[in-house]
């Protein structure tokens, strides 16, 4: 079964800057729709950016909208979301999962996360 393993969060300051990874072993996620998703407590998880397959396809939550960017490079069996203009309320544990071309989520094992705070 694939495993998911996030990296590249951390600590930024308001309208700092950065790179989340998602690195994909036990199997290809090539052919797959990947999407990141975000978690505070108390809250559900949500959908932040999807990606098909093929990149040639993206969503977008409107709350990311104009700042993040999602991308992949098959060949590294990685996702990644730049996070650009980051805000306080972007602070949550980052994740990436398997998701349909509808955007909805595969559910599967989830990783560990990556936690980014950003402070004001």
């Known amino acids: 079964q694939v495993q998911l393993v996030e990296s590249g969060g951390g600590l930024a300051q308001a309208g700092g800057s950065l790179r989340l990874s998602c690195l994909a072993s036990?199997?290809?996620?090539?052919?797959?729709?990947m999407g990141w998703f975000r978690q505070t407590p108390g809250k559900e998880r949500e959908l932040v950016a999807g990606?098909?397959?093929?990149?040639?396809?993206?969503y977008y939550a409107d709350f990311v909208k104009g700042r993040f960017t999602i991308s992949r490079d098959n060949a590294k069996n990685t996702v990644y979301l730049q996070m650009n203009s980051l805000r306080p309320e972007d602070t949550a544990v980052y994740y990436c999962?398997?998701?349909?071309?509808?955007?909805?989520?595969?559910?599967?094992?989830w990783g560990q996360g990556t936690r980014v705070t950003v402070s004001s």
């Open positions: 036990g199997g290809t996620i090539s052919s797959y729709p």
């Open positions: 990606i098909h397959y093929g990149g040639y396809r993206t």
């Open positions: 999962q398997r998701i349909t071309s509808q955007w909805a989520v595969v559910h599967g094992n």
